[in-house]
């Protein structure tokens, strides 16, 4: 996806509906969550060709666990995610999230949340509209470009929620490219991945610094029908667990965490959205593998 793979962009609105149902919510689940273990960052090959392929993706989402008295008793929604693009055309994205939160006390909360980007092929600019919406209230929009000089030094240009430029640590990268180093990582073995990604979500000003997990490839079989196509029959895939945190405050516990397998064509299945005091699965309930213009890259 998209750590949402963006991809990794599925927490976005479930944080905001978080802030709404209670703010110390936020604080109780960083709190609670584990903070990773310091480990050596891995090194990792960027040259190596990592194909990513074009498909259509839903996942039905569900309340895993919940404890605390200020944690929701109940959450459904879905996500339905579209990637597609090549190496040679750059990468489009197209999601939307929708979940309901039910808290101990009061109504159901319902969050809303569209984004479309597109990120060129060699991860070196990023554009991107996003729209999120609390309860059928005001919707939030960020729109804006990010792009790295032939210099290395990463700008940021926003449009919304309001005008503003600023300049990025040149070593953030975008989040196919976040992806496709994850990727890279596990065919070469390493288990330890640390990025700074930027991804335009909440206000479009916010960088975060990620530790990726990357298990050994798994030998089960998947359980859901979407993917036994033969496309994945024989193909790899690894449990991938990504912490994110707020910019300088590694030594803290993460926002939030992260989990997925992988498939080495950058298909997610089984997710886990872990908040510290609640964790959301979704389950992967539809698959379309979609065509895609020849490369010869």
Not at 75 to 98: E, K
Not at 217 to 226: R, V
Not at 256 to 276: H, K, P, Q, V
Request: glycine letters at 6%; proline letters at 5%.
């Amino acid at each position: 996806m998209r750590a949402c793979h963006a991809r990794f962009l599925f927490s976005a609105p479930i944080v905001l509906a978080l802030a709404a149902l209670d703010p110390s919510l936020l604080m109780a689940a960083a709190a609670n969550s584990a903070t990773a273990n310091s480990a050596p960052t891995a090194t990792t090959d960027l040259t190596k060709e990592i194909s990513l392929v074009s498909h259509r993706a839903v996942y039905e989402l569900t309340l895993l666990k919940s404890v605390g008295s200020k944690s929701p008793t109940a959450a459904q929604g879905r996500i339905a995610f579209d990637f597609t693009g090549s190496a040679c055309d750059g990468y489009v994205q197209n999601f939307r999230q929708l979940t309901e939160l039910q808290p101990a006390e009061g109504p159901t909360r319902i969050s809303d949340m569209h984004s479309a980007t597109f990120e060129d092929a060699d991860g070196r600019s990023f554009d991107f509209k996003m729209q999120t919406s609390i309860d059928n209230g005001t919707a939030e929009a960020v729109d804006g470009k990010a792009w790295k000089s032939p210099g290395g030094l990463l700008s940021v240009n926003l449009a919304k929620p309001k005008h503003n430029k600023f300049e990025l640590d040149p070593d953030v990268v975008f989040p196919t490219e976040h992806l496709k180093r994850i990727l890279a990582a596990a065919e070469a073995g390493r288990n330890l991945l640390e990025v700074k990604v930027y991804d335009g979500s909440e206000t479009g000003e916010k960088v975060y610094e990620t530790t990726t997990y990357i298990g050994r490839p798994i030998a089960d079989p998947a359980l859901e029908k979407a993917v036994h196509i033969p496309e994945l029959d024989t193909m790899r895939r690894w449990p991938v667990s990504i912490s994110y945190f707020e910019s300088g405050k590694k030594d803290d516990a993460p926002s939030y965490t992260l989990s997925f397998d992988l498939y080495e064509n950058g298909i997610s299945r089984a997710l886990r959205l872990d908040y510290g005091d609640f964790v959301l699965a979704g389950e992967l309930s539809s698959l379309e593998l979609l065509s895609e213009p020849a490369c010869a890259k």
